[in-house]
């Protein structure tokens, strides 16, 4: 690379091929102070169209996320976790088996059930690595081998990847529709 790669204002790297702190602190920055993503994504149509949408939909999506985003074969309490969502969720759906949500509903919901306040302790704790050390800002990729106490799960990034999830499906069935469509228009013309 011939140029200094650069985020915000500050060279990523120095010039002796290290992490240069002054960039980690400023993206440690505007990381923290990022908006929500149901404040965040309002604005995008795919976002913020309602949909009909299932309890299990959004604690299946949770407890997917939960297991594939843990360095552990799954996070301590995700039992005691998808109840109490599951529990939340039922009130709010009362009798009915679905109900119209945005995506932004969906991690807004998410967001003030398990991490407003103090948040949910068991939820909470997965932020945590276990053997206490953090650093604000880590680069990580799949592949990276870490110790599994000292590493942990990116709530926010959990609470987004539930969204993601539905919002696949919902591309799915919508591309499914548009081919069902577009196969049985002509075979119902024929008859």
């Not at 149901?38 to 299990?56: C, F, M, Q, V």
């Not at 998410?110 to 103090?118: I, K, N, S, V, Y």
Request: aromatic share 8%.
């Amino acid at each position: 690379m011939e140029e200094p790669m650069e985020i915000l204002n500050e060279p990523l790297m120095t010039t002796k091929g290290y992490l240069n702190p002054a960039c980690m602190n400023e993206l440690g920055a505007a990381i923290r102070n990022m908006p929500p993503d149901h404040e965040r994504l309002g604005g995008d149509p795919e976002w913020s169209a309602k949909r009909l949408t299932a309890i299990k939909d959004i604690t299946g999506g949770l407890a997917k996320w939960a297991v594939m985003q843990s360095p552990y074969a799954a996070p301590k309490f995700l039992e005691s976790v998808i109840g109490y969502v599951d529990a939340c969720l039922q009130v709010m759906f009362g009798k009915h088996e679905f109900l119209e949500l945005s995506l932004c509903d969906i991690v807004r919901i998410l967001h003030e059930f398990l991490m407003d306040g103090d948040g949910i302790p068991e939820f909470v704790a997965w932020n945590k690595p276990k053997d206490g050390n953090r650093d604000e800002v880590k680069f990580v990729c799949r592949e990276s081998k870490s110790d599994s106490d000292s590493d942990f799960i990116d709530l926010d990034a959990l609470l987004r990847n539930v969204c993601l999830d539905i919002r696949m499906e919902r591309r799915a069935f919508d591309a499914f529709n548009r081919e069902f469509d577009r196969r049985h228009e002509g075979a119902s013309e024929e008859k």
